[in-house]
């Protein structure tokens, strides 16, 4: 990690690092077959839970990314693409804050 990085936007920085070689990986190699495995069945009853591949790509729309699948074969471009995330504000933990409850002296009220 640099001076001034936070945690989070390291991790996001080599989630998406990771994304570039799995996806110049030749095809024969297990993580690559992971990555591209399209599962079948059916889920719990719920929020469908976060799956890293969409949570990679949302980090990508945030950076205005387009077609990165194309842009993951030209290594130049993709480091300019990690440059961007490294100096990027918006790609901090976003956490829902909570409505504090105004708490009164008379509990009727």
Excluded at 30 to 44: A, D, N, P, V, Y
Aim: charged content about 45%.
């Amino acid at each position: 990690m640099r001076k001034g990085e936070t945690i989070v936007k390291w991790i996001k920085g080599q989630r998406i690092s990771w994304l570039g070689h799995l996806e110049r990986m030749e095809k024969d190699r297990m993580s690559k077959k992971i990555f591209t495995q399209e599962l079948e069945g059916t889920r719990r009853r719920g929020r469908p839970r976060k799956r890293w591949k969409e949570e990679v790509e949302r980090d990508l729309l945030v950076l205005d990314v387009r077609r990165w699948r194309e842009l993951v074969a030209d290594r130049k471009k993709w480091r300019n693409i990690l440059r961007q995330v490294k100096a990027h504000s918006e790609l901090q933990c976003q956490l829902k804050k909570k409505k504090k409850k105004k708490l009164s002296a008379w509990p009727f009220l």
